[in-house]
């Protein structure tokens, strides 16, 4: 079994900046993917960042040119460093990870981010 902890969250005013942190734990060799999604009241999650092992990375649209991922993969560990945050950036984060192709994703219990105005 995996479990995934975050940890990073909170309430900034725009324009701050937070890191958001997501260690791995349990039956893990190694982890193909990692990253991070969030859902707004009312919308559909959607991605963040992604990251995998190799050290490609996806961005959402969003938040290209503002966040970065980065992984440290002797520790197990996600991080996003989010700069500039908007009110729209107000969402539970949800840390994601993919041990391999084809398996399940394992999901974090999620980070409230909330940015004011």
């Known amino acids: 079994q995996v479990q995934l902890v975050e940890s990073g969250g909170g309430l900034v005013q725009a324009g701050e900046s937070l890191r958001l942190s997501c260690q791995a734990s349990?039956?893990?060799?190694?982890?193909?993917?990692m990253g991070w999604y969030r859902q707004a009241p009312g919308k559909q999650r959607e991605l963040v960042a992604s990251?995998?092992?190799?050290?490609?990375?996806i961005y959402g649209d969003s938040v290209k040119g503002r966040f970065t991922i980065s992984r440290d993969n002797a520790k197990h560990t996600v991080y996003l460093q989010m700069n500039s945050l908007k009110p729209e950036d107000t969402a539970v984060y949800y840390c994601?990870?993919?041990?391999?192709?084809?398996?399940?994703?394992?999901w974090g219990q999620g980070t409230q981010v909330t940015v004011s105005s």
């Open positions: 994601n990870i993919n041990l391999s192709p084809g398996t399940d994703d394992y």
């Open positions: 349990g039956s893990i060799t190694s982890i193909n993917l």
């Open positions: 990251m995998w092992r190799g050290g490609s990375t």
